[in-house]
């Protein structure tokens, strides 16, 4: 008698674990199903909002992403070591933060985004991002570490300011498609 009762609780322990590896894997297909889905959208909505340019994107190297629930577009900025999360807000509003190592993340504002039908204003509403991007480096960026002033005075070393004249620096330019034209 015992060894039947064994195996019947074997097979109901294997019809147990065999349903849950199944409902386990039938809900992993639909949270991917899901994600994807999420994904696809904030493409669709991104797309709509924003004309970012091939530099832009090149620099910024935007990669969408679900962070608590809640489509994302993050801007991985190397040299930075900071990525910048864009995050849609209800009616076409856009949150833009930066996560930085070690620090709490830090807000840049809110934008509006550019509508589907006016190319114009999708670009301003991209080059708001890359601006507020551009500032929060330029502001982030530590500064540079003055010389300590020497008290002594040697009459044998005496430092003159000479005047240096700085060559006029020109910017270079790109077309609309990123290829490079020039000084």
Do not use: C
């Not at 015992?2 to 097979?11: D, G, N, S, Y």
């Amino acid at each position: 008698m015992e060894q039947i009762l064994l195996e019947m609780f074997e097979q109901a322990r294997k019809l147990v674990v065999d349903t849950d590896r199944k409902l386990a894997e039938e809900s992993d297909r639909i949270r991917e199903k899901e994600r994807e889905s999420k994904l696809l959208e904030l493409s669709t909505q991104i797309e709509a909002a924003f004309d970012f340019t091939s530099k832009e994107k090149l620099e910024l190297d935007p990669r969408l992403d679900i962070q608590d629930g809640k489509p994302t577009v993050e801007f991985i900025v190397r040299s930075l070591r900071t990525i910048f999360v864009l995050s849609p807000q209800p009616e076409g509003h856009w949150t833009l933060n930066a996560l930085e190592d070690g620090r709490s993340p830090s807000s840049l504002g809110e934008f509006q985004g550019g509508t589907k039908s006016d190319g114009a204003s999708r670009r301003l509403a991209a080059a708001r991002i890359v601006t507020a991007i551009g500032n929060w480096a330029q502001k982030g960026q530590p500064m540079p570490a003055k010389k300590p002033v020497q008290s002594e005075t040697s009459s044998r070393w005496q430092d003159t300011a000479v005047p240096v004249e700085m060559p006029e620096r020109r910017e270079p330019t790109y077309g609309t498609m990123g290829k490079f034209l020039g000084y």
